[in-house]
């Protein structure tokens, strides 16, 4: 099961910008919040950025000022705007349904392949 896209990853300096786009099925960007995630090699995946379906947003604290997260609900596309990135932004990073990591386990939520962000001089 395939339900989102993501693309918009890329080679960045620090300081620099990145907008990424998360193309998701209609069956799930209509009915949950929807938020980005992203894996560092080694790391646990983490949740970055969640947005409700009337648009309240929630940021990590890493990240807080810095990213802004919204949505299209017309086009079902989440974005994630990325402003002065730091090397320690540098993961691939997905999109899926909103929710804690155990939650999103337990259901056997499907992940797709991510993209890639890396922030270096």
């Known amino acids: 099961q395939v339900q989102v896209v993501e693309s918009g990853g890329g080679l960045v300096q620090p300081g620099g910008s990145l907008r990424l786009s998360c193309a998701a099925s209609?069956?799930?960007?209509?009915?949950?919040?929807m938020a980005w995630y992203r894996q560092a090699p080694g790391k646990q995946r983490e949740l970055v950025a969640i947005?409700?379906?009337?648009?309240?947003?929630n940021y990590a604290d890493s990240v807080k000022g810095r990213f802004t997260i919204s949505r299209d609900n017309t086009k079902n596309t989440v974005y994630l705007q990325m402003n002065s990135l730091k090397p320690e932004d540098t993961a691939v990073y997905y999109c899926?349904?909103?929710?804690?990591?155990?939650?999103?386990?337990?259901?056997?939520?499907?992940w797709g392949q991510g993209t890639q962000v890396t922030v270096s001089a």
């Open positions: 209609r069956s799930i960007f209509s009915i949950y919040p």
């Open positions: 947005i409700t379906i009337g648009g309240s947003t």
């Open positions: 899926n349904r909103g929710g804690t990591l155990q939650t999103l386990q337990n259901m056997g939520v499907t």
